[in-house]
């Protein structure tokens, strides 16, 4: 079926190109960055996880998202998600694949991965992270490639693929708490030490992933032949909407927390995050914009007679995909280093250099996206005539 990614409009391959082009950009600033070493990057002894990790953390929720289609579809027969599913396992496939190259790109030397296979430490969590990221990349490609290879064929799927999905739909929740146990298990940074960070992390994967799955289907409706259908979407805006609410509840719990304790461990990272501390403020207008978008997507999504019209409910989702990246792209990863275990404020920030290789992880993530996406809606578009 890969021969379909080959036919296409000019409008496709203009689309194709751009991505090489900013592929090709990021990786000539990665050789720069082999080169050099992490220090052309804004990390430092004092915060030595930034955007990269940043980037990480955002894209496996996306990726644990794609349970939220399956999981309906697989378990509770929805019918209706038959037409999208397969969009939401090539975006969990997509978005496992640029994780992966966000920690190959941390590390900065690339034979440091051969670590974690060479000399395996159970008690490391990114052990784990790594094991169970790679065997849902792996379901999630299997399942959604045979499923539409059934589909072209007019038969269905083979009962072994069923049993695939019943693990993938555990898996999907795992991904994201073993990722949430990497920051909730360190004792030494206040911010991440919280009972409740792997359920916030999977609240804001059900809303992040969902709305930008929604913004897909619609991007997918416009520019081919191929329909996912509106009742589909208004159901992952629900999905969205009662992820969003969690979401949101979740932070509200965590200032209660922090600031009726009065534990200033707990207090200064969310001082430093919304108004500055010790006179530095670089991400508090982020977390501000974050907090705007999140209260105008919840105003949107909540109302009933704005989230069924589809125009709002893609405003709505961009300001969900926007406010989630920047809390979990940004201020979640950064928080935790400020201040430092000495009570000191270090600030970090991206260079040009770290931001253009983090564009070409991007542009390989949805070249990647693309090409599935291709396959998927040709397919579809087949079997539709």
Known sequence: MLDKALKGSPRYWGWVVILLGL??????????????????????????????????????????SGVMVVLPYYLHDYKAFGR???????????????????????????????????????????FWDMIVLNVYMLLNLVIGWNVLSAEKKGMPYAGWVKVLVYISIPWAFSIHTVTAFLYAGLPGRHYWLTAIMAAR????????????????????????????????IHTLGSIVTYAMILNVFFFALELFTAFYSQIPG??????????????????????????????????????????????????????????TWIDKGLG???????????DRVFEYWPTFPEIMISVGVWATGFFV????????TSVKEEVAV
């Open 201 to 232: 992390f999977l609240s804001s994967a059900f809303c992040s992933g969902p709305a930008l799955l929604i913004l897909l289907c619609l991007i997918v409706r416009k520019f081919t032949r191929f329909d996912p259908g509106k009742e589909q």
């Open 84 to 126: 999208i599913t397969v969009l939401g396992e090539f975006l969990a496939v997509a978005s496992i694949i640029m994780c992966g190259l966000f920690v190959m790109v941390d590390l900065g030397n690339l034979p440091r991965m051969l670590n974690i296979i060479i000399y395996p430490n159970p008690t490391s969590i990114l």
């Open 23 to 64: 592929i090709g950009a990021g990786f000539g600033f990665y050789l720069y960055q082999f080169s050099e070493g992490l220090k052309i990057t804004g990390m430092s002894r004092d915060v030595s996880w930034g955007f990269y990790i940043g980037q990480l953390t955002y894209f496996v929720g996306v990726a644990a």
């Open 369 to 376: 996206l693309t090409i599935l996406y291709k396959v998927a």
């Open 266 to 323: 707990h207090m200064h990272p969310i001082v430093y995050l919304f108004a500055g501390l010790e006179g530095h403020s670089r991400l508090v207008p982020w977390m501000w914009t974050a907090a705007f978008f999140a209260f105008v997507a919840l105003l949107l999504l909540i109302i009933p007679a704005t989230r069924r019209k589809i125009d709002v409910l893609a405003v709505a989702c961009v300001c969900v995909v926007i406010a």
């Open 332 to 342: 979640l990863v950064i928080g935790g280093f400020v201040p430092n275990a000495f």
